[in-house]
T-cell receptor, first 108, second 112 residues
């Protein structure tokens, strides 16, 4: 069983498109993280959310605690956004659970 | 440059050999973590250290040991490597519960 499910697993978009990646989780959480892993393997933390919405540049992350769901949106997508996006949640007991990632390819 | 430094970046071991993966952060973060990443699976927590002097098992601790040498350094040891430990290992740190992660660049380990 996976405590964190992401959809879609793979996503291909044309440059400029609006992209949404979804994350659903089944455990109680104190925080949710969105991570970005580039083809070279490095992992970067994009957002940490416990409620509401955060925005950084063209990236927007939202969370609905009642529905146990989060979305990551990318506006005006660009080929440099091509990466694997990983959703992770931290439980109140400091257990961490990770999704298997969404592989995004943005075509020029 | 501030961040998390992992060494080595690549390693090939024979079954039964031992090795230590090193991790150091210079951001004065309290909590440090070791994860492994395998194809088709999410990152899985091996061990973590919530603060200097403490360590706790994660989801997949068998076959590993850790040492939180000081606030900066958190090492992961494989005492007798097995092919099932072939993976990419990431070290990460967090300043506190309300902050995001900083990850190292990873160690690609192959056990033959």
């Amino acid at each position: 069983k996976n405590e964190v499910e992401q959809s879609p697993q793979n996503l291909t978009a044309q440059e400029g498109e609006f992209i949404t990646i979804n994350c659903s989780y089944s455990v109680g959480i104190s925080a949710l993280h969105w991570l970005q892993q580039h083809p070279g393997g490095g992992i970067v933390s994009l957002f940490m959310l416990s409620s509401g919405k955060k925005k950084h540049g063209r990236l927007i992350a939202t969370i609905n605690i009642q529905e146990k769901h989060s979305s990551l949106h990318i506006t005006a997508s660009h080929p440099r956004d091509s990466a694997v996006y990983i959703c992770a949640v931290r439980s109140p007991g400091n257990q961490f659970y990770f999704g298997t990632g969404t592989s995004l390819t943005v075509i020029p | 440059n501030a961040g998390v430094t992992q060494t080595p970046k690549f390693q090939v071991l024979k079954t039964g050999q031992s090795m230590t993966l090193q991790c150091a952060q210079d951001m004065n973060h309290n909590s440090m973590y070791w994860y492994r990443q395998d194809p088709g699976m999410g990152l899985r927590l091996i061990y973590y250290s919530a603060s200097e002097g403490t360590t706790d098992k994660g989801e997949v601790p068998n076959g590993y040991n850790v040492s939180r040498l000081n606030k900066r350094e958190f090492s992961l040891r494989l005492e007798s490597a097995a092919p099932s430990q072939t993976s990419v290992y990431f070290c990460a740190s967090i300043r506190g519960a309300d902050y995001g992660y900083t990850f190292g660049s990873g160690t690609r380990l192959t056990v033959v």
